[in-house]
Every structure is written in structure tokens, then in C-alpha cells.
């Protein structure tokens, strides 16, 4: 039951298996990333504090994020730059819960350089302002009309905003 502890362990992909719980991540002290597509029990999962994480994929989930689950338990993971959260159901920029929030507002947010969040309903950018270290961001396929709160990303190198619903003089 479970997996084997595997103490140099640095990449572990569990996407879409059926898994009833997700093993604790925690007994794997050098893991950097971790793939979790399509596995629906994602947002049952508790995080726990994994400082080693720098890339975390939770695409093909189904999510909306409108308990804040999901991403009060990506502020355990403070040293994370890398995420995707595409292919959800997802209708707005992540936020933390106001109580995580303010323990965790500088470490979170500012760490972030790749943000994947395509193909879901998002129709506005407001929340992109605090991910001030964006240099990757992918906002295709959602149902966005207007870029307004990405002018501060001064970092972004890669935009990728194609299929949405922007409007034009």
C-alpha cells in the first residue's frame, strides 16, 4: 500500500491514476517536482509544508478553486515557480483565503515564474498584479476581454493569450 519512501526522490508523476488518497509528498525530502494531472482526489489532498518543490502540475482536475483549497495549499509549498493549473474549471486568477493569506503573502506570490492557466473560464485578470516574477504566462482559451492588471508584470518574456473574447476598437 502506498509507495516506497525513496530518499533521493526529485521527480514524481502520479497523473490520472485512481488513487483514493494521494501518498504524503513529505517522505520525499528532495522532491522538486510533482505531476498530478487528472487525479480527481487533488482537492481532498493537504499539502504538506514542502520547501524542496519548485514545479507543480494540477492540470486536468476539474477544480474551480471557489473554496480556495487548492491554492491555500500551494502557499505550503513556498519555494514553488513553476504552475499549472490548466484544463480546469477555474473562473478567476488563484488568491489565497484572507487567514493565509496574510501569513503567507510575500512567499507565495513572488516566487512564481511560469504560470500555466490556460483553457479555463477566466474572464478577468484581477489577482495577476501580485505575481510580480511572471515570465511565462499562459492565459489562452479562457473567456478573457481585456488584459487590464497585467501592466505591472514587467518581468513576462512569454505571453500566450490567443482564443479568448477581447474586444477591439
Known amino acids: 500500500k502506498g509507495l516506497p519512501t525513496f530518499p533521493k526522490l526529485r521527480e514524481l508523476d ?4 485512481n488513487l483514493a488518497n ?4 513529505d517522505k520525499y525530502p528532495l522532491l522538486e517536482k510533482v505531476a498530478l494531472r487528472n487525479c480527481k482526489s487533488i482537492e481532498e489532498y ?9 514545479s507543480i502540475d494540477l492540470s486536468n482536475n476539474g477544480f474551480n478553486l471557489q473554496k480556495n483549497f487548492v491554492l491555500d495549499n ?6 514553488v515557480q ?11 486568477i488563484p488568491k489565497a483565503s484572507s487567514n ?9 506570490f513572488d516566487g512564481i515564474t511560469d504560470l500555466n492557466i490556460n483553457n479555463n473560464r477566466i474572464d478577468d485578470l484581477y489577482g495577476i498584479e501580485k505575481f510580480i516574477s511572471l515570465n511565462n504566462l499562459i492565459i489562452s482559451s479562457n473567456k478573457l476581454w481585456t488584459l487590464n492588471g497585467i501592466q505591472n508584470s514587467t518581468q513576462l518574456k512569454h505571453l500566450s493569450i490567443n482564443q479568448n473574447e477581447f474586444l477591439t476598437d
Do not use: C, G, R
Not at 493537504?46 to 519548485?54: C, R, T
Not at 500551494?74 to 519555494?79: A, M, S, T, Y
Not at 493565509?100 to 507565495?108: G, I, W
Open 82 to 92: 513553476e504552475v499549472d493549473l490548466s484544463n480546469n474549471n477555474m473562473i478567476y
Open 22 to 25: 494521494i501518498p504524503p509528498l
Open 74 to 79: 500551494l502557499l505550503l509549498l513556498p519555494n
Open 14 to 17: 502520479l497523473s490520472s491514476n
Open 46 to 54: 493537504e499539502f504538506p509544508l514542502m520547501p524542496s518543490i519548485k
Open 100 to 108: 493565509v493569506a496574510e501569513l503567507n503573502k510575500q512567499t507565495f
